[in-house]
């Protein structure tokens, strides 16, 4: 997916209003937004941006747009998702200023001006509308459940961009950066942390919103879309940090093996009593193989179509060779050190990371991202 955004020079608000199946809330959304913002400026427009919700929407628009109200409606019948929706809505917007919110009225149309006057009076080049700062305020009562899970995104997101609601949908960003930002990747629903992220504006701000209830409709929001967010989260850390996040899941990875080993163990071993010794062989190549495959799906993200089988070989040997690391790391320590002769588990400990870091850069360099595989 690919987006262009020309320079706009011309001194106003675009508000990007992504919407699937909103029918029901785009009347008292236009109107009050246009109330609002006659109040700031005369320079405004609203950009409805529709997935073929084909629920009357487009008829509502076209009859406000009559009344003369500045709004227009783009309807997309061959993408589909809220974060691509406002990119789009973007790249058709035609002032300096770009407002993106939902059309469900949990973002007070009220709150508009405040928001992008910060960025017309050169006061920021971002700013969030945020729940989390103080004088933010949610509507209705929230679940100790939900509140766990939106504190857990959003610490996640933080070592990113230090915003304190970076989950919210309600934000303005002056429209110049758009065409040096780097190439989006707008999976899911985090548009505003992506555009945080990828189009480095220097100076951010958040202010406080009262977070509405939705008027009319039903929330979008799946747990498909949470594990969406595992995967944004985990490409701009890696668009970010490569090689140390890759670093990361490695070693991840390389803790579930571990469960794996012993859970064969314990069966084979354990319960049905084989010979330890063989088993012992079998559990490493049942670990290493599922490490192998984790990796090469999460780690490493390898494309469909490349060689399997020559790439697990690959990867045994990246494993062997890291495990003769680790062998000559720790006895290489307690031979030669009084200090790791009497503490031998640091021995072990300072072996096993050795391996790792061998067998990490290995399997990256030699295996994954090397040719010779493919
Ligand atoms: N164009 C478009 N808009 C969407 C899509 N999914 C959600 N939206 C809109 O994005 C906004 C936020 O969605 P909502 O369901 O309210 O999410 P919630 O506030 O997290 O429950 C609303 O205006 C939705 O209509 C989509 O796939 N395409
Ligand atoms: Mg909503």
């Given at each position: ?65 009559k009344q003369d ?79 766990l899970n939106s ?214 360099f030699a295996v ?7």
């Amino acid at each position: 997916m690919e987006f262009h955004f020309s320079d706009n020079d011309l001194n106003g608000v675009s508000i990007i209003v992504p919407t699937y199946q909103e029918a029901g809330n785009i009347e008292q959304l236009v109107t009050r937004l246009t109330k609002a913002m006659k109040a700031l400026t005369p320079n405004f427009e609203i950009i409805i941006v529709d997935d073929n919700s084909a629920d009357g929407s487009e008829e509502i628009v076209i009859t406000l747009a009559k009344q003369d109200l500045p709004v227009s409606i783009l309807i997309r019948t061959n993408e589909r998702g809220l974060s691509s929706a406002v990119l789009r809505g973007f790249e058709k917007a035609k002032y300096n200023t770009l407002v993106c919110m939902d059309a469900d009225l949990s973002h007070a149309p009220e709150d508009v001006p405040r928001l992008a006057a910060l960025i017309m009076q050169d006061e920021a080049d971002f700013v969030l509308g945020s729940r989390y700062v103080k004088g933010g305020k949610i509507a209705g009562k929230w679940g100790l459940f939900r509140y766990l899970n939106s504190w857990v995104a959003t610490a996640l997101a933080y070592p990113l961009v230090r915003l304190r609601d970076p989950m919210s949908g309600f934000f303005a960003i002056r429209q110049s950066l758009l065409p040096k930002a780097e190439p989006f990747n707008p999976i899911g629903y985090k548009i505003a942390l992506e555009v945080a992220v990828k189009a480095k504006p220097e100076r951010m701000q958040e202010i406080p919103i009262h977070f509405g209830l939705r008027e009319a409709g039903e929330s979008k929001l799946s747990l498909k879309e949470q594990l969406f967010y595992l995967q944004h989260l985990k490409r701009l850390y890696q668009h970010r940090w490569k090689t140390l996040s890759q670093f990361f899941l490695f070693c991840l990875v390389g803790t579930t093996g571990l469960v794996v080993d012993m859970g064969t163990m314990f069966v084979g071993y354990g319960l049905i009593g084989l010979s330890f010794r063989y088993m012992r062989f079998l559990a490493f190549l049942l670990a290493a193989t599922s490490n192998y495959q984790l990796n090469r799906m999460i780690t490493f993200e390898v494309k469909k179509g490349q060689h399997w089988l020559k790439q697990w070989v690959g990867f045994l040997a990246a494993s062997a060779i890291g495990f003769v690391g680790n062998w000559l790391v720790s006895v290489t320590l307690y031979d030669k050190t009084i200090f790791f002769h009497d503490h031998y588990l640091l021995a072990v400990i300072a072996g096993v990371m050795a391996g790792v870091v061998l067998n990490f850069f290995l399997s990256k360099f030699a295996v994954f991202e090397s040719r010779f595989f493919k």
